[in-house]
């Protein structure tokens, strides 16, 4: 399994009923073994930061490289069926849970 930040859009509904775009920057894990399918992504947009401030320098150029891939649909996700019940609840995990769960 391999991961990297990847750009979300989600969008919500408004008090009014409007519907607004909110874009975040996620971590999105994929399977090398299965043509680097999807497997799953944190549930909330996660935090720049590191232990130093090189590592908080790292953090943010990979912030930045994912601005130049694809912007991904939160709500319409596709993931690998590779645990069916896994696969349910997977885009609702944060990422402890995720590594809880598959045991990494």
Excluded: Q
């Excluded at 994929?30 to 720049?48: K, P």
């Excluded at 696969?87 to 995990?93: C, F, V």
């Amino acid at each position: 399994m391999i991961w990297n930040y990847r750009v979300m859009k989600r969008v919500f509904t408004t008090p009014s009923g409007e519907k607004e775009d909110f874009y975040g920057i996620h971590e999105v894990y994929y399977d090398e073994e299965r043509d680097y399918g999807i497997l799953y992504n944190t549930v909330e947009a996660v935090e720049v930061g590191g232990d130093t401030l090189e590592e908080l320098k790292e953090d943010m150029k990979n912030y930045l490289k994912a601005l130049d891939e694809p912007v991904l649909d939160y709500d319409n996700m596709i993931y690998l069926e590779d645990d069916i019940e896994f696969n349910d609840i997977k885009k609702y995990l944060t990422h402890e849970e995720v590594f809880e769960k598959k045991g990494e």
